[in-house]
């Protein structure tokens, strides 16, 4: 690495730009390869997350029906109060 550093301190300003240019765009690219690649992965996860947790509250109202529950339909919000 030292010898490549050295070998372009040795090169006219302008080519050391075309350079650190060149060497930007390959890791920008190699950056985004990644990005685009795992992509998918990342949304089909969610969705499969939310696929579960669907059919977890399916199985729990299937359940809740079964077991003769009829309590009132209720929303309960959870809040907290600064003194």
């Known amino acids: 690495m030292k010898k490549y550093f050295d070998h372009i301190q040795t090169k006219e300003p302008h080519e050391r730009r075309q350079h650190a ?3 930007a765009g390959v890791v920008t690219a190699m950056v985004f390869a990644v990005w ?8 089909t996860a969610g969705n499969a997350q939310l696929a579960g947790e669907e059919y977890d509250q399916t ?3 299937a359940a809740a029906v079964q077991a003769g529950y009829s ?5 309960y919000v959870a809040s ?4």
């Open 71 to 75: 309590g009132p339909n209720t929303l």
């Open 80 to 83: 907290t109060t600064g003194f």
């Open 21 to 23: 240019m060149q060497i």
């Open 59 to 61: 199985a729990l109202t």
């Open 36 to 43: 685009i690649t795992t992509l998918g992965y990342r949304l």
